[in-house]
C-alpha cells in the first residue's frame, strides 16, 4: 500500500474509538448484561424485540457457540476480566449440554435446561464449535478445549469428507449416517452442497490451524481454498455461487452481498494463516474481485449494504445486520490489500450508516433488519441465529486493523 493513500491520524483514531466504544459499550455490555442465564446456566435463546429474555426458550449450537468465539476473542485481544468470565460461562454450558458423550460432536439444539431436542450433526453447528474451542484455547491455553476442537475435526473428516468430488457431505444424523434433507434453513435450496456450509469451515479449520499446525490439517485447509477459487468463487461475476449438486455444479442464481463480502477476507485469513505464499496471489486476486463487485453492485446510496438478489433476479434491500457488519471488515481489508481509497471511504460509509440506522440506541445491541426507508423491523434481538459474533468480531477485526493502518500514518 502506497502511504500517500492513508487516511490522516485523526480520520483513523476517530473511526477506532469509534468502534472499541460500540463494542465495549453496547454489543458486549448487551450479551453481558441481558443474556446469561443465572438460573440455568448459559446463556438465554431468545430476547424479543421489546428487550424481554426468555430463558425458557431452546438454544441453538450456533449461537451459544458464537457467543464463546466472541467473549473468548474479545478477552483475548482486549484483557478485559468480564469477557473471560462471560466466555468461561459460555464453555461450561457449551462443553456440558451440547457435546453428544456418545457419538461426539456437538447437537443442533437442546431445550433450556440442556436436554438434547434436535440432534443432528449439521458440519455448519460442528464447525462453529471448532471455531469458538480453538479460540477459548487461544485465549486461555486451555488444553481440554483444543482436545476436543480437535475430536470434531476428525469426526468430520471420517463422516463428511467428500473424497472424490471434493469438501464435504452436509449433514448427518447423530450416529454421523447421512441425511436427506441437508438444509439449514427452510430458506436454503434443496441442495446437497452449500457455500455456507464450506465457509464456515474454512473459518473453523484456519483458527484450529492457528493453534494447532498439524500436517494433515494444513492439507485440508488449503483443499478448502482451492475448492473456493475452483467452483465456488465465480470469476465472470465477482459473486460467489450459493449451491451445488455433488460434482460441484452450480444449482443457484443468488447473490448475497454479505457472504461475498465476508469471503473476500476470510480467503486471505486463511491464506495467510496456513503460510501459501505462492497461493496467495491468486487468493488476493479473487478477493478484490469479490469486494469490488460489492462496493459496485451491493452497496446501497446510504452506503450501507443491500441484503440480497434472489433466485428470481429480485433486489432485496432490507439491511439485515450481519452484512453491514461484514462490509466494515472486508472494505478494510480491501484497502489494506489494495490501497484503493474508495473502499476506505466505503468501509467509512458503512460503519455511518450502522451508528444511524443498525443500532440499538435504545434497548442496545443492532437491529436484525431494517427497512429501506430506515425504519426497524420488530424482530428478536437474540435468537438461533442472531448472536454477537458477526458485529462483535467486526469491531474486533476493525480495531486491529485500524491501528495498522495509524502505524502507517504515523511513519510517513
Same mark, same amino acid.
Given at each position: 500500500m502506497s502511504t500517500e493513500t492513508i487516511p490522516d491520524v485523526r480520520r483513523l483514531r476517530a473511526l477506532q474509538a469509534e468502534v472499541h466504544e460500540e463494542l465495549t459499550e453496547n454489543i $458486549?455490555?448487551? /450479551?453481558?448484561t441481558r443474556t446469561p442465564d443465572p438460573v440455568l446456566g448459559g446463556f438465554v435463546g431468545r430476547v424479543g424485540p421489546d428487550g424481554r429474555p426468555h430463558p425458557e426458550?431452546?438454544?441453538?449450537?450456533?449461537?451459544?457457540?458464537?457467543?464463546? /468465539? +466472541?467473549?473468548?476473542?474479545? #478477552?483475548r485481544q482486549l484483557g478485559t476480566p468480564l469477557y473471560r468470565e462471560m466466555a468461561e460461562h459460555a464453555y461450561r454450558y457449551f462443553v456440558r449440554h451440547f457435546v453428544d458423550a456418545d457419538h461426539g460432536g456437538?447437537?443442533?439444539? @437442546?431445550?433450556? =435446561?440442556?436436554?438434547? $431436542? =434436535? +440432534?443432528?450433526?449439521?458440519? #455448519?453447528?460442528?464447525?462453529?464449535?471448532? #471455531?469458538?474451542?480453538?479460540? /477459548?484455547?487461544?485465549? +486461555?491455553?486451555?488444553?481440554?478445549? $483444543?482436545a476436543l476442537a480437535r475430536a470434531i475435526y476428525g469426526l468430520i473428516e471420517a463422516h463428511c469428507a467428500d473424497r472424490v468430488h471434493g469438501g464435504y457431505v452436509e449433514a448427518c444424523d447423530r450416529a454421523w449416517r447421512p441425511l436427506e434433507d441437508v438444509r439449514l434453513s427452510a430458506k436454503d435450496a434443496p441442495e446437497p452442497r452449500s457455500m455456507n456450509t464450506h465457509l464456515h469451515v474454512l473459518e473453523a479449520y484456519t483458527n484450529l490451524y492457528r493453534v494447532w499446525p498439524d500436517a494433515e490439517l494444513a492439507v485440508r485447509l488449503q483443499a478448502l481454498i482451492e475448492l473456493f477459487l475452483r467452483a465456488i468463487y465465480h470469476p465472470a461475476t465477482g459473486h460467489l455461487i450459493l449451491f451445488f449438486d455433488e460434482r460441484w455444479r452450480p444449482r443457484s442464481r443468488a447473490v448475497s452481498f454479505g457472504h461475498d463480502i465476508e469471503t473476500s477476507w476470510l480467503l486471505l485469513e486463511a491464506v495467510d494463516v496456513l503460510g501459501q505464499a505462492t497461493l496467495r496471489p491468486r487468493v488476493q486476486q479473487a478477493s478484490l474481485h469479490l469486494a469490488r463487485a460489492t462496493l459496485a453492485e451491493g452497496r446501497?446510496?446510504?452506503?450501507?449494504?443491500?441484503?440480497?438478489? =434472489?433466485?428470481?433476479?429480485?433486489?432485496? +434491500? =432490507?439491511?439485515?445486520?450481519?452484512?453491514?457488519?461484514?462490509?466494515? @471488515?472486508g472494505f478494510l481489508n480491501a484497502y489494506q490489500e489494495s490501497g484503493e481509497?474508495?473502499? #476506505?471511504?466505503?468501509?467509512?460509509?458503512?460503519w455511518r450508516y450502522i451508528r444511524k440506522r443498525q443500532r440499538d440506541t435504545q434497548g442496545g445491541e443492532w437491529f436484525a433488519r431494517v427497512r429501506d426507508d430506515g425504519t426497524p423491523y420488530p424482530d428478536d434481538k437474540v435468537d438461533f441465529w442472531k448472536g454477537p459474533y458477526h458485529n462483535g468480531r467486526a469491531c474486533l477485526e476493525a480495531i486491529q486493523r485500524l491501528r495498522h493502518l495509524l502505524e502507517h500514518a504515523r511513519s510517513r
Open positions: $458486549l455490555k448487551f /450479551w453481558a426458550a431452546p438454544r441453538g449450537a450456533i449461537l451459544n457457540a458464537r457467543i464463546l /468465539w +466472541t467473549f473468548a476473542a474479545a #478477552y456437538v447437537y443442533w439444539l @437442546v431445550a433450556a =435446561d440442556g436436554r438434547p $431436542l =434436535d +440432534t443432528r450433526k449439521h458440519v #455448519y453447528a460442528q464447525s462453529f464449535a471448532i #471455531y469458538a474451542l480453538s479460540e /477459548w484455547h487461544r485465549a +486461555t491455553g486451555d488444553e481440554a478445549a $483444543l446501497a446510496p446510504d452506503g450501507s449494504l443491500y441484503y440480497e438478489i =434472489d433466485e428470481q433476479g429480485r433486489l432485496d +434491500t =432490507d439491511r439485515h445486520w450481519w452484512p453491514q457488519a461484514e462490509a466494515l @471488515v481509497v474508495a473502499f #476506505y471511504e466505503a468501509a467509512e460509509g458503512v
